[in-house]
Nanobody, 121 residues
Framework: EQPVESGGGLVQAGDSLTLSCAAS????????MGWFRQAPGKGREFVAA????????EYSDSVKGRFAISRDNSQNTVALQMNSLKPEDTAVYYC???????????????WGQGTQVTVSS
């Protein structure tokens, strides 16, 4: 059930980037999915979450209006579209699967290894 992230890279401020998360297993569709990130020297923080039906979407204040989370249960994937990227968005981004859409790490059962996003100024 471990998710696998992809799509990270080095971009310039103002650019867009889409992260993807693929999860194996026939039960993907019943999990809420979340994105978290960890910047150098900082703790991991919530970015976005989406319920198993594509509802219950939440964003952190720092990305609201710039990022968009979506999922495709037929493909077992969840995406994070990131627009107007800023240097402070630089972090390792993690995908996680949980019981319900939540801002809390403790509510997620399975975590990916993370993908690096670097935004240059």
């Amino acid at each position: 059930e471990q998710p696998v992230e992809s799509g990270g890279g080095l971009v310039q401020a103002g650019d867009s980037l889409t992260l993807s998360c693929a999860a194996s297993g026939s039960t993907f569709g019943v999990y809420a999915m979340g994105w978290f990130r960890q910047a150098p020297g900082k703790g991991r923080e919530f970015v976005a979450a989406i319920g198993w039906r594509g509802d219950k979407i939440e964003y952190s204040d720092s990305v609201k209006g710039r990022f968009a989370i979506s999922r495709d249960n037929s493909q077992n994937t969840v995406a994070l579209q990131m627009n107007s990227l800023k240097p402070e968005d630089t972090a390792v981004y993690y995908c996680a699967a949980g019981v319900d859409s939540s801002r809390l790490e403790i509510d997620y059962l399975y975590w990916g290894q993370g993908t690096q996003v670097t935004v240059s100024s």
